[in-house]
């Protein structure tokens, strides 16, 4: 059964999303909030996006597995484009329609700095997280390869890849100037048989295959 709120998340309703979705292949697109657990809760992290009408879908400390969502799966979030810290003066570029884009565009903040892999820590919760996406029919692929880090200025930005949906970097959205999340491990997020499909030049699109579902302990 899929469901538009996560079950267990903490349900903090934005007033403000980002619209209706223009269809396409459903995406996820990770990022970091430029803090960590020690500092703020994903409460408190939530509130802040809202006042400042950013919201994420899931606001996600790895730490200590709490979740909180802001914003219906079935509607637009509005955090691409938007600095990715809590403590922000102005916008980063990004089309309008980025944030819109896939019949499905789940967008996940992360509480950690994107200079600092957060998967080289705990991952409480990352398999509710991925079981509730599964449920919704997002492949376990990552079209273009694993992020970059952060500062590497290498991030592949690709159009075709991004339409192919399945898991993204906010480092990798189009047209986007976002670096997070940094150089993290994507098998720590989707499992070891996540496919990772970037090649050079683009493999047919029948290689594009979606992973298997594997088994990813809380």
């Given at each position: 059964?899929?469901?538009?709120?996560?079950?267990?998340?903490?349900?903090?309703?934005?007033?403000?999303?980002?619209?209706?979705?223009?269809?396409?292949?459903?995406?996820?697109?990770?990022?970091?909030?430029?803090?960590?657990?020690?500092?703020?809760?994903?409460?408190?992290a939530a509130a802040r996006l809202l006042a400042e009408q950013r919201p994420c879908h899931l606001v996600w400390d790895p730490a200590t597995g709490e979740i909180a969502q802001l914003v219906s799966i079935l509607r637009a979030a509005r955090a691409l484009g938007a600095a990715e810290r809590l403590?922000?003066?102005?916008?980063?570029?990004?089309?309008?329609?980025?944030?819109?884009e896939g019949r499905l565009c789940v967008q996940i903040g992360v509480l950690a700095h994107h200079t600092d892999p957060f998967t080289a820590g705990p991952l409480a919760g990352i398999g509710t997280i991925v079981s509730w996406l599964d449920s919704w029919g997002v492949?376990?692929?990552w079209p273009s390869g694993q992020p970059a880090p952060a500062r590497d200025h290498r991030h592949v930005r690709s159009r075709a890849l991004w339409a192919r949906g399945g898991h993204f970097g906010a480092s990798q959205v189009p047209g986007c100037e976002n670096t997070s999340p940094g150089?993290?491990?994507?098998?720590?997020?989707?499992?070891?048989?996540?496919?990772?499909?970037?090649?050079?030049?683009?493999?047919?699109?029948?290689?594009?295959?979606?992973?298997?579902?594997?088994?990813?302990p809380v």
């Amino acid at each position: 059964m899929t469901h538009a709120w996560m079950p267990g998340a903490w349900r903090i309703r934005a007033a403000n999303d980002g619209g209706p979705l223009k269809g396409g292949a459903p995406r996820v697109v990770w990022l970091t909030l430029g803090t960590s657990s020690r500092k703020v809760s994903v409460q408190s992290a939530a509130a802040r996006l809202l006042a400042e009408q950013r919201p994420c879908h899931l606001v996600w400390d790895p730490a200590t597995g709490e979740i909180a969502q802001l914003v219906s799966i079935l509607r637009a979030a509005r955090a691409l484009g938007a600095a990715e810290r809590l403590d922000w003066s102005e916008r980063a570029a990004c089309p309008r329609n980025a944030n819109t884009e896939g019949r499905l565009c789940v967008q996940i903040g992360v509480l950690a700095h994107h200079t600092d892999p957060f998967t080289a820590g705990p991952l409480a919760g990352i398999g509710t997280i991925v079981s509730w996406l599964d449920s919704w029919g997002v492949a376990r692929q990552w079209p273009s390869g694993q992020p970059a880090p952060a500062r590497d200025h290498r991030h592949v930005r690709s159009r075709a890849l991004w339409a192919r949906g399945g898991h993204f970097g906010a480092s990798q959205v189009p047209g986007c100037e976002n670096t997070s999340p940094g150089h993290n491990d994507i098998d720590r997020l989707t499992g070891t048989h996540g496919l990772s499909i970037h090649t050079t030049p683009l493999a047919p699109a029948a290689t594009a295959t979606a992973a298997a579902a594997v088994a990813i302990p809380v």
